[in-house]
């Protein structure tokens, strides 16, 4: 079995059901879809992230008869599959329309980025970012057209069944799932809470497959877990996710690993895949004192430094920051930026490379089209977009590896952490100083 890909954040979604409140539309011409995105904006967005502007958009530059020819031929292959395609009768145009625009946004090259959202995968990814869900608790990209796990969330249905990092999905309630889309894959997963799915696996490894039936339930994941590592002085800060209410859950979270006597942090951003900017930029404040978190890019070249947040006392531990492929938007803000101030040498591989921000756009039918509108560069110049964060010191886990999680260290010894295999955060641990 190949190894798992560099998960694409944005593109991976939570197998979650939407709180599908939105209204049912019209079904769209893909050229009047395309028209109606750059209509009204609603927010600010980094990695799905809402930050703090919006505004009404024309077409914007470059506007020409290019534009409109190309508009016309889109309305013309529309035409042509209304007209002669052989089965157009039992043809979902709504759903040729969706392909169409995905297609599209897909084609302007912001990967893991720039994307179109159904209804139900909007609703599921506000969903994601408000720490609470429902299904069976994972996190799902694609590997060469299967659907892959990326992580579990601790104490889901996918935690208690064994699922992990790297594990195949072969089938979905019997439905082979080689070639399917990601959100005809999630959307087989997903399903309310006391409903149950069966999933064939592959594990990573290449293990024999297994056959699961899991029951899906409600979820809360809190964006920030903490405990001490058996036998040292040194706190296991990881951050899951920059959802809302990361930055204070991170401020208890050093509050109490210094009332515990840490004279340490490991802070393990290890697959979490962004959330709110603005949380990036709180989280990032708790350890830098002053200066800037990162430079947003405009379009005309125009930059301009976003700063730490003002009236924080930014701890001043000694720490490690922990980094994987999956590592991706506002985690790499925090990451590049604590690297760039030299506050900590950052271990593991060369992050995601997610460095767009995001403004939404409405569809008529309650889908959303998010749109690449500004780079990210870190404090020092560096672009994150394609290029990622690389760390100080490279660091690989082998695909049957897992990342220690936090709540796996309280109940470990210090022997069972040094046998775990857990190369980067032992490698993490050997470079605090001696005695922490």
């Known amino acids: 079995m190949a190894p798992p890909p560099s998960p694409d954040p944005a593109l991976s979604r939570f197998e979650t059901p939407a709180h599908d409140g939105r209204r ?41 008869a290019d534009r409109s020819s190309d508009v016309a031929l889109i309305g013309q292959a529309w035409d042509l599959l209304h007209q002669h395609y052989v089965d157009r009768s039992s043809v979902d145009w709504h759903q040729v329309a969706y392909g169409a625009i995905g297609g599209m946004t897909q084609a302007v090259g912001d990967v893991g980025h720039t994307t179109f959202l159904t209804p139900e995968e909007l609703a599921a990814e506000h969903a994601a970012l408000s ?14 057209g299967r659907p892959v796990i990326v992580s579990v ?22 439905k082979d799932t080689q070639g399917l889309a990601l959100p005809a894959v999630t959307s087989r997963i997903r399903g309310p809470a006391g409903t149950s799915v069966t999933l064939v696996v592959e594990p990573a490894g290449n293990a024999p497959r297994r056959t699961l039936t899991l029951e899906r339930a409600s979820v809360d994941v809190p964006a920030v877990s903490w405990a ?27 509050d109490a690993a210094s009332a ?23 989280v990032a404040s708790q350890f830098i004192g002053s200066g800037t978190v990162y430079v947003r890019e405009d379009a005309s070249g125009t930059k301009t430094s976003v700063p730490v947040k003002g009236g924080v006392s930014a701890t001043t531990l000694p720490m ?9 938007s506002a985690a790499e803000i925090v990451a590049g930026a604590i690297l760039d101030h030299d506050r900590a040498k950052v271990v593991g ?26 780079k990210w560069l870190t404090p020092s110049g560096q672009q994150i977009w ?26 470990m010894s210090a022997a069972q952490v040094t046998a775990s295999g857990d190369a980067q955060l032992l490698t993490a641990l050997a470079m605090l100083p001696p005695g922490s």
Not at 48 to 59: F, K, Q, T, Y
Not at 231 to 253: N, P, Y
Not at 350 to 374: K, M, R
């Open 24 to 64: 049912a539309g019209r079904r769209l011409h893909p050229a009047a879809a395309a028209a109606a995105a750059f209509v009204l904006a609603i927010g600010l967005f980094a990695g799905g992230v809402a930050a703090e502007r919006a505004g009404l958009v024309p077409w914007g530059p470059g506007a020409s």
């Open 131 to 144: 720490g609470s869900y429902v299904g069976i608790g994972a996190v799902v990209d694609l590997s060469d």
């Open 153 to 174: 969330f601790e104490g889901g249905p996918a935690a208690r069944a064994g699922l992990a990092h790297g594990d195949l999905i072969i089938s979905v309630d019997g």
């Open 228 to 254: 001490m590592v058996p036998g040292k002085k040194i706190a296991d800060v990881r951050v899951a996710e920059f959802s809302s209410g990361a930055t204070d859950d991170l401020r208890k979270a050093l």
């Open 260 to 282: 515990a006597g840490a004279t340490g942090i490991v802070l393990d951003l290890r697959d979490d895949p962004g959330g709110y900017v603005g949380e990036a930029v709180g």
């Open 320 to 328: 490690v920051v922990l980094v994987n492929h999956g590592t991706a």
């Open 349 to 374: 591989v060369t992050t995601f490379g997610t460095g767009t921000t995001l403004l939404q756009f409405d569809l008529a039918d309650g889908s959303a089209l998010q749109i690449g509108t500004e």
């Open 386 to 411: 394609h290029h990622g964060i690389v760390p100080t010191r490279k660091v690989t886990l082998p695909a049957t590896v897992q990342p220690l999680l936090p709540a796996q260290l309280d109940g």
